[in-house]
């Protein structure tokens, strides 16, 4: 074997060695009009991600790695103003003060997206919750090299339709909606105490709006048959405000990078697309995408038409 069948050789091994220990990225997509700030919390057992907190930029993007079997949740910040230390608040989904999260979660009300993916050939689970409470509209779409995968979500802006009594104010009007455990605290809205099993606790008047509103995204604790979902992709596109499009000049912006992963196609573009081609630089991936059902219709028009206007 001569040096460079050697180097290629070598070459290969850590290309290989990188996709088996890497099984999954996450590319997150801020679609808003505004400024937001993801944070990111692992799961008990699993590794922080590369970043626990960020700040992105209308009609940008950013790609992180997670390793097999990585559990946790994601979600955005709004109303955010940090220091140059990174200390600061936010309005919405605040995680104590920081701009890396650092292995803080949301504080409530806040959209979230919860994923665990399999290791080997296990498939991954994963939901948009509202349990929490709600900020901000979420699309959530798994790329898949074959096949089919659901997408899920919650394309609603449910601040203008939340009950006074939900409502959090902020600059400009209601800024997010809680849920109504937060709001009264009673275990029959928290699932807790004599109503801690899905035999006692039912869907609530409150929890109806948001069902009613996101029939994909988990609206009360044991809101399972209709909310979690199961796949094997390779990545999730995560898009904050699917439906609300951002102006810009020349088409929207070539994402940022984190590990290595650039911003290898529109996320968005995606959604009106049944076929995309990404260059990795180690591999060509074919990926298909399908969004499916009520949510992938209001998703693919809504932002079509938007994209048509500007």
Same mark, same amino acid.
């Given at each position: 074997?001569?040096?460079?069948?050697? +180097?290629?050789?070598?070459?290969?091994?850590?290309?290989?060695?990188?996709?088996?220990?890497?099984?999954?990225?996450?590319?997150?997509?801020?679609?808003?009009?505004?400024?937001? /700030?993801?944070?990111?919390?692992?799961?008990?057992?699993?590794?922080?991600?590369?970043?626990?907190?960020? !700040?992105?930029?209308?009609?940008?993007? +950013?790609?992180?790695?997670?390793? %097999?079997? /990585?559990?946790?949740?994601? /979600?955005?910040? *709004?109303?955010?103003?940090?220091?140059? !230390?990174?200390?600061?608040?936010? !309005?919405?989904?605040?995680?104590?003060?920081?701009? =890396?999260? &650092?292995?803080?979660?949301?504080? %409530?009300?806040?959209?979230?997206?919860?994923?665990?993916?399999?290791?080997?050939?296990?498939?991954?689970? $994963?939901?948009?919750?509202?349990?929490?409470? $709600?900020?901000?509209?979420?699309?959530?779409?798994?790329?898949? %090299?074959?096949?089919?995968?659901?997408?899920?979500?919650?394309?609603?802006?449910?601040?203008?339709?939340?009950?006074? =009594?939900?409502?959090?104010?902020?600059? &400009?009007?209601?800024?997010?909606?809680?849920?109504?455990?937060?709001?009264?605290?009673?275990?029959? $809205?928290?699932?807790?105490?004599?109503?801690?099993?899905?035999?006692?606790?039912?869907?609530?008047?409150?929890?109806?709006?948001?069902?009613?509103?996101c029939p994909r995204a988990y609206s009360y604790a044991f809101d #399972?048959?209709?909310?979690?979902?199961?796949?094997?992709? $390779?990545?999730?596109?995560?898009?904050?405000?699917?439906?609300?499009?951002?102006?810009?000049?020349?088409?929207?912006? *070539?994402?940022?990078?984190?590990?290595?992963?650039?911003?290898?196609?529109?996320?968005?573009?995606?959604?009106?697309?049944? *076929? +995309?081609?990404?260059?990795?630089?180690?591999?060509?991936?074919?990926?298909?995408?399908?969004? !499916?059902?009520?949510?992938? #219709?209001?998703?693919?028009?809504?932002?079509?038409?938007?994209?048509?206007?500007?």
């Amino acid at each position: 074997m001569g040096p460079s069948s050697r +180097v290629f050789t070598s070459v290969l091994v850590l290309v290989l060695s990188f996709q088996l220990s890497m099984c999954c990225t996450f590319t997150i997509y801020n679609n808003c009009p505004h400024t937001i /700030w993801p944070g990111t919390l692992a799961g008990a057992g699993t590794p922080q991600l590369s970043t626990t907190g960020f !700040q992105l930029e209308p009609g940008r993007s +950013v790609r992180m790695a997670a390793p %097999p079997g /990585w559990s946790g949740r994601m /979600w955005a910040r *709004t109303g955010c103003e940090f220091d140059a !230390q990174g200390a600061g608040t936010c !309005q919405t989904g605040d995680c104590g003060g920081r701009m =890396e999260c &650092g292995g803080a979660g949301a504080l %409530p009300p806040a959209t979230l997206f919860e994923i665990t993916l399999g290791k080997g050939k296990d498939p991954d689970y $994963y939901d948009v919750s509202l349990v929490d409470g $709600y900020n901000l509209p979420v699309a959530a779409a798994p790329r898949v %090299p074959r096949g089919r995968c659901n997408a899920t979500g919650c394309a609603a802006d449910l601040n203008r339709a939340c009950p006074k =009594e939900l409502q959090v104010d902020g600059d &400009g009007g209601v800024v997010a909606c809680k849920s109504a455990c937060e709001a009264f605290g009673l275990d029959e $809205y928290c699932c807790s105490g004599e109503f801690g099993s899905p035999g006692t606790c039912k869907p609530s008047f409150y929890s109806s709006i948001f069902k009613n509103a996101c029939p994909r995204a988990y609206s009360y604790a044991f809101d #399972d048959g209709t909310s979690t979902f199961t796949c094997k992709a $390779y990545d999730y596109t995560i898009i904050f405000c699917p439906v609300n499009g951002t102006k810009r000049s020349g088409g929207f912006s *070539t994402g940022q990078a984190i590990n290595g992963h650039g911003d290898e196609s529109d996320p968005l573009a995606m959604a009106s697309s049944a *076929t +995309v081609v990404s260059f990795h630089p180690s591999f060509l991936l074919l990926s298909v995408v399908f969004f !499916q059902a009520a949510l992938n #219709d209001l998703i693919t028009s809504a932002f079509m038409n938007k994209v048509g206007a500007q």
